[in-house]
């Protein structure tokens, strides 16, 4: 290798988006190409699956005339800053890696696994029974319609979580399955875990119908417009209740080809009439607040809203 040639270059999570081709080639760390110029990431599944395989890339002229003052910070991302607190998770960069030992996960917290192989199939609600840095991470055996689901070594899965106002993801092989002393899972640790901050005031916007059960029972049919890990602003055809009533409101949210159904307790924040787009019926629009989200719900609100942003940046 010519010794003037520029070195090869960790790759960030943040320069490989869906939909959006690379303006270079991107290679393996032994020097090998993973993928030429022009290359189209289809999935975030895909693009975490060959983030995990240590993609480099060489740097432009434009870098290779300068230091770049961030690689220091990369390098360094398992190292906690003296001034944060150690009892609280660390915020990642948007789209970023960390660590899990810096998110600062609780025993008995929800986690959703889906098979790396068919992103396809559904996303299996599961807990976390504990970990041990660099060795690996303990979770209960999903269930379905009341039956322990059969996994077996060797299988690959997604693993995503919600900790503070982030949402993470990892992928992890099942290095055991046992049953003894009670069905659970042992996932191996995994290398890196990639961050996206998900604030309450990040919005979607949606069009799902979903129904509104008053403190009498009554229902009422409406339509989220869109959604926050806050609340949301639906729309209905008359007014549901007062500002600061409770109400419960269900919907059905499509995440990934995968349907969850919602049940969220919500406080009428504001109370708004609205004309339709075509000039039709008038619509009275409804501020909600979330007084209680349950975590399994918050994961599924977090991946609509990421589902979301990416759409809008591969539109963009």
Not at 24 to 38: E, L, Q, R, T
Not at 275 to 280: L, T
Request: aromatic share 6%; glycine share 6%; net charge neutral.
């Amino acid at each position: 290798m010519d010794k003037n040639e520029p070195k090869l270059k960790r790759l960030k999570l943040t320069e490989m988006r869906v939909g959006m081709p690379t303006p270079w080639p991107v290679y393996f760390s032994n020097g090998d190409m993973a993928v030429d110029i022009g290359f189209i990431p289809e999935s975030e599944d895909q693009i975490i699956n060959l983030m995990e395989r240590g993609l480099c890339r060489y740097p432009t002229e434009l870098e290779a005339r300068k230091p770049e003052p961030e690689e220091h910070a990369t390098l360094n991302l398992q190292q906690p800053r003296p001034s944060q607190k150690q009892a609280e998770p660390v915020a990642p960069p948007r789209g970023d890696a960390t660590s899990l030992t810096q998110i600062k996960l609780n025993i008995g917290d929800t986690l959703q696994l889906q098979l790396k192989a068919n992103t396809n199939v559904d996303r299996y609600a599961t807990t976390l029974i504990g970990y041990l840095e660099d060795e690996g991470v303990i979770v209960s055996t999903p269930q379905m319609d009341g039956r322990i689901m059969m996994f077996r070594e060797g299988q690959s899965f997604v693993v995503r979580m919600f900790s503070g106002k982030s949402a993470y993801a990892f992928t992890a092989e099942v290095t055991r399955v046992t049953n003894i002393p009670f069905p659970h899972i042992h996932l191996a640790w995994p290398r890196e875990v990639r961050g996206l901050v998900v604030r309450s005031s990040s919005r979607a916007k949606t069009n799902i119908i979903c129904h509104a059960s008053v403190a009498n029972d009554t229902g009422f049919a409406c339509v989220a417009r869109d959604i926050s890990t806050g609340g949301a602003l639906i729309a209905a055809k008359e007014k549901i209740g007062e500002i600061g009533s409770k109400l419960i409101l269900k919907m059905r949210v499509n995440v990934n080809k995968a349907e969850h159904m919602l049940m969220i307790d919500c406080e009428i924040r504001s109370i708004n009439a609205s004309v339709s787009a075509d000039g039709g019926n008038n619509n009275t629009l409804h501020g909600l607040s979330f007084t209680r989200l349950e975590p399994q719900d918050q994961l599924v609100i977090t991946a609509l809203l990421y589902q979301n942003m990416m759409n809008e940046q591969a539109e963009g």
